[in-house]
C-alpha cells in the first residue's frame, strides 16, 4: 500500500508542478507577486501605510493564489475514469484524497512562503512581520488546501464547477484568513494558534467529504 500511495503522491505532484494548461505550480507563484507589486501602486508611495497593511494583502494574495488550480484537483481524473481503476485496485477515494490534499499543499504552500520573502521586500514589511506572516502561511496553507480539494470534489462534473468552486472556496476560507491576517496584530500568538487549529479540523474534515463527494460522482 505504500508504494502505491508513493507512486499515487508522484502522480499528483507532476501534475500539479508541471501541469501544462494550468501553467503547473508557476502561475499561482506569478500571481501571488504581481498582487504584491501592484498594491504599492494602488495605495502610493506610503510606506507606514504598506508596512501596515502588507501582511493582509500577503494572505489575501497566497487565498486568490491558492484557488487558481482548482479545475485540475478532482474533476480530470472522475472523467478519465481514474478513481474506478483506483478502486478496482483497492485504492480508496479516502486515501486518494488525502494524497491529493497533500500533493496540492506541496505544489503551492512552500513555494507561496518562498514568494513571500521577496513579496516582503516591495510590501516594506520587517524582519518580525515576515516573520509571523510565514509561520501563518505554514500553519493556514495546508487548510487552504484541504479546503480546496474538498470543493473541487463537490463541484466535480457540475456545469461550470471550476467557477463555483471558487466562489465557494473564498468565504469558507474566510476563518482562515481572518485569524492569519489577525496574528499581525496585538496578541499574535492566539491568531497563528486559531489558523492552526482551523487547518487542523478543515485536514481532518477533507478526505471523507471529498471522498464521499468523488464517490458520488463517479458513480
Not at 481503476?85 to 494524497?99: C, D, P
Not at 490534499?101 to 513571500?116: D, E, I, N, Y
Amino acid at each position: 500500500m505504500s508504494r502505491r500511495v508513493m507512486a499515487l503522491l508522484r502522480r499528483d505532484l507532476t501534475r500539479l508542478l508541471l501541469g501544462g494548461r494550468g501553467g503547473g505550480a508557476v502561475l499561482p507563484v506569478l500571481f501571488f507577486l504581481s498582487v504584491a507589486m501592484l498594491y504599492p501602486f494602488a495605495v502610493g508611495p506610503d510606506a507606514p501605510l504598506l508596512a501596515r497593511t502588507g501582511g493582509g494583502v500577503i494572505w489575501v494574495a497566497a487565498l486568490l493564489a491558492a484557488i487558481l488550480p482548482l479545475d485540475r484537483l478532482v474533476e480530470p481524473d472522475i472523467e478519465m475514469g481514474m478513481f474506478d481503476q483506483w478502486a478496482l485496485r483497492g485504492i480508496t477515494e479516502e486515501l486518494v484524497i488525502a494524497v491529493r490534499v497533500l500533493a496540492h499543499w506541496l505544489s503551492f504552500g512552500p513555494p507561496l512562503m518562498l514568494a513571500a520573502l521577496p513579496a516582503a521586500a516591495l510590501l516594506g514589511l520587517d524582519g518580525n512581520t515576515l516573520r509571523i506572516v510565514e509561520i501563518g502561511l505554514l500553519a493556514g496553507t495546508p487548510g487552504l488546501a484541504a479546503l480546496g480539494v474538498t470543493v473541487a470534489a463537490l463541484t466535480a462534473g457540475l456545469r461550470g464547477g471550476a467557477a463555483l468552486s471558487g466562489l465557494l472556496v473564498i468565504p469558507m476560507a474566510v476563518p482562515i484568513l481572518i485569524f492569519g491576517a489577525g496574528s499581525l496584530g496585538m496578541g499574535g500568538e492566539s491568531g497563528l494558534a486559531l489558523t492552526g487549529a482551523a487547518s487542523l479540523v478543515l485536514l481532518a474534515i477533507a478526505p471523507f467529504a471529498g471522498g464521499a463527494a468523488a464517490r458520488a460522482a463517479r458513480g
